[in-house]
């Protein structure tokens, strides 16, 4: 086998730039020679029969680089598209331990049937060297694990053969699952071209072999142990459950309670692969949570440990090991900004861990308003374009944070600290703020503009604000309201009106603090009509249709005049409804009617999409972000979802899960909803009617 030396710097990748000198972002290079203002002078590994062999010349600067090992480089060539290898190189967690793969370490890989679990046995050196310096590309011989439980017994001649980018999960060999019912396929064998053996896989560093034998040893302890307690678990906890016969699956916490039937406390959990006999997130007839088929799994707590690929082990009075943030490659920051994220790239961009912008000393509130406004939409993009000569140097950290976002679909921590360091404020980088100081330092100071919102109250004159508060008594509304309902009557009881319609609209719930809110639960409006809330417009008469005159907040509760609905009346109608006895104390008050505007003219209205929802559950803020115009395309994002390694040293795992069980909740008609049980509802759902923040809507004028 060829030996894994390192020469520093020897082989790179071009991870930015366009086109420079015959490199352009994604290829592989060798260095020949370094100029004195810093670039680089190397040859280029290019495709055809001899992709090993560098054919040509070019010129890149070393900043616009990425280091690589020449094992890595090997690994890389076998990618054939440039894109998948900067994609790949920007997961570096997944990246680092493929390098580090050995016969038997249990992968899943991408296959046109799905993703498919298997055992690495070889790896292959592919092509042909014309010269000791040339390269090999590498691949990986995958042999598929059937459904019988074993290996399957119709061996492939050759084994079927992938590169790094197809290789998406990895596990340690302690970890094989041969005892589970894996989700069985086929796999055609690939053209190798000109393919030898390598006799043997590369080695890991004792000290990553060590580390893993020291989590299972522990994991199999506590297990057998039966005086150990279990460790506390809440959703979204990692975990993994060891069977009778000692297979070890990881994954994470969605549910827990008491399913019908059973006894004590259970857990519902997401695993990392598909396994015959799990379900969707169904037990017993009964749907606790939403994933994918075959990966819901519901077991005792009491079966449950914290994942032993994250947790160290300690002895005694010995201390944890320290842990080191995975290296993240450079960020290409081209002068073109990175559009919004399309719903058809979204999922594979942003879903799993460490995605998204990773959370650092009480930063989720930044992270989550940060991450709503502007991974998916696009309705505040023309506010932070500004010409690069004229920009700030913060305005310009944030534009960074929001094109690494789209662009690579994480942000590491460095980033945000940086920009928060920019704010200004020593609070912000270190004490947990509210999103709506957040939100106006942002327009305020950082982007310099005219405030979101135009508002008129009791027709005085014109007053600029950011987000709008909901002020309201909890008498007025009942005990599930819906944003359109807490919107219209906090306006009319205050009498504000929008002296134009805005095109972002942030909603603030009327909640105080970390823990007091006025309702237990608020139905999110996935539209909003502030049609009746514009100052000097035209309006419907909520009786006849026509040019409306009057409105009367006493008659917005009248369950005979459909509650929640702002009531505006033409001269006629508006007599006979306040004729009736019931109505006869109430005060209607006149409208501004705009000139020239004929009785009968129809009234256009004036809609808002819901696009995000900021949520906050003991001090601890996460989002729900509509990424595409479908009813299901929905996410859910929290900065800091789980950790790894302790206060001192350690890191947070930001994680992105898709939700397409909250757009089927929000599809139903608003009576149901209404009517609703919160606690039947799936995780997800229930988290988002309970802990509900900010309602974030744009204008249709930009669609997501």
């Not at 310096?133 to 492939?156: A, Q, T």
């Not at 396929?185 to 060590?210: D, E, F, W, Y």
């Not at 506590?222 to 460790?231: E, F, G, R």
Request: proline fraction near 8%; hydrophobic fraction near 30%; include cysteine.
């Amino acid at each position: 086998m060829e030996p894994k030396t390192v020469v520093k710097e020897k082989y790179f990748i071009v991870t930015r730039g366009k086109s420079r000198k015959g490199f352009c972002r994604g290829c592989i290079g060798r260095v020949e020679a370094e100029t004195q203002c810093g670039e680089l002078m190397g040859l280029l590994f290019s495709g055809g029969s001899n992709v090993g062999s560098p054919k040509s010349g070019g010129v890149v600067r070393r900043e616009d680089t990425y280091p690589l090992t020449r094992h890595q480089a090997q690994l890389l060539l076998f990618v054939s598209s440039f894109s998948k290898r900067v994609e790949l190189l920007c997961n570096p967690q997944l990246f680092s331990a493929i390098c580090e793969l050995t016969q038997d370490d249990l992968v899943v890989v991408k296959h046109k049937k799905g993703h498919l679990p298997g055992l690495v046995k070889n790896l292959m050196q592919i092509g042909r060297k014309e010269n000791k310096d040339d390269l090999y590309m590498l691949g990986f011989e995958v042999e598929f694990v059937d459904s019988d439980h074993n290996l399957s017994s119709k061996k492939p001649t050759p084994l079927p053969l992938f590169s790094a980018a197809d290789i998406i999960q990895v596990v340690p060999s302690n970890s094989v699952p041969l005892g589970l019912h894996w989700k069985d396929g086929q796999c055609k064998c690939l053209n190798t071209k000109a393919v030898t053996r390598i006799n043997s896989m590369p080695h890991i560093s004792s000290r990553a072999r060590q580390g893993r034998e020291g989590h299972t040893e522990h994991s199999v302890i506590q297990n057998q142990s039966p005086s150990t307690s279990p460790a506390p678990l809440e959703v979204g906890s990692m975990v993994e459950v060891v069977s009778n016969s000692r297979i070890t699956v990881y994954g994470v916490v969605q549910w827990l309670g008491v399913p019908a039937g059973k006894t004590g406390e259970w857990a519902g959990i997401e695993l990392d692969y598909e396994v015959n006999g799990c379900s969707d997130g169904i037990y017993g007839g009964q749907r606790y949570f939403t994933c994918k088929g075959g990966r819901a799994l519901f077991v005792p707590v009491t079966k449950c440990s914290p994942d032993g690929r994250f947790v160290y082990s300690s002895t005694g009075s010995g201390t944890s090991k320290p842990t080191e943030i995975p290296p993240v490659p450079p960020f290409e920051d081209p002068e073109e900004d990175a559009p919004p994220i399309p719903e058809s790239e979204a999922l594979s961009l942003l879903e799993g861990r460490m995605k998204g912008i990773q959370g650092h000393i009480n930063s989720c509130y930044l992270d989550a308003t940060l991450f709503s406004l502007f991974s998916t939409s696009v309705t505040l993009d023309h506010i932070c374009r500004k010409p690069a000569d004229t920009e700030q140097p913060i305005t310009g950290t944030l534009r960074k944070i929001v094109n690494r976002l789209r662009r690579q679909g994480f942000v590491p921590t460095e980033s945000v600290m940086n920009f928060r360091k920019q704010l200004g404020c020593d609070t912000f980088q270190t004490e947990e703020k509210d999103p709506e100081e957040f939100i106006t330092v942002l327009f305020q100071k950082v982007f310099s503009t005219e405030p979101l919102l135009k508002l008129r109250s009791r027709r005085e004159t014109c007053q600029g604000a950011y987000t709008l508060q909901i002020f309201l008594e909890k008498e007025q509304m009942g005990q599930m309201p819906t944003v359109q309902q807490l919107l219209d009557t906090s306006c009319l009881s205050g009498d504000i009106k929008f002296d134009e319609a805005p095109h972002c609209l942030i909603v603030q719930m009327p909640r105080f603090g970390n823990k007091y809110k006025m309702f237990s639960h608020i139905i999110p409006s996935t539209e909003l009509d502030i049609t009746d809330l514009l100052y000097n417009s035209p309006r419907e008469c909520f009786v006849c249709g026509h040019l409306a005159e009057y409105e009367c907040l006493q008659c917005l509760p009248d369950r005979k005049l459909q509650p929640g609905r702002i009531k505006q009346y033409c001269t006629t109608c508006n007599t006979q409804v306040h004729s009736h006895h019931t109505r006869q104390g109430h005060s209607p008050k006149p409208l501004q009617v705009p000139a020239n505007v004929s009785p009968d003219t129809p009234v256009p209205r004036h809609m808002m999409q819901l696009f995000a929802v900021l949520c906050i559950q003991t001090s601890h803020y996460v989002s729900f972000v509509k990424y595409g115009p479908d009813p299901r395309s929905w996410l859910f994002f929290d900065s800091m979802a789980d950790r790894c390694g302790d206060d001192q040293s350690g890191f947070n795992i930001p994680e992105i899960r898709a939700c397409p069980e909250l757009g089927d909740f929000l599809s139903r008609p608003e009576e149901e909803l209404a009517r609703a049980n919160p606690s039947q509802t799936p995780e997800l759902t229930r988290r988002l009617l309970c802990d509900s923040y900010m309602f974030l809507y744009q204008s249709p004028a930009t669609p997501l």
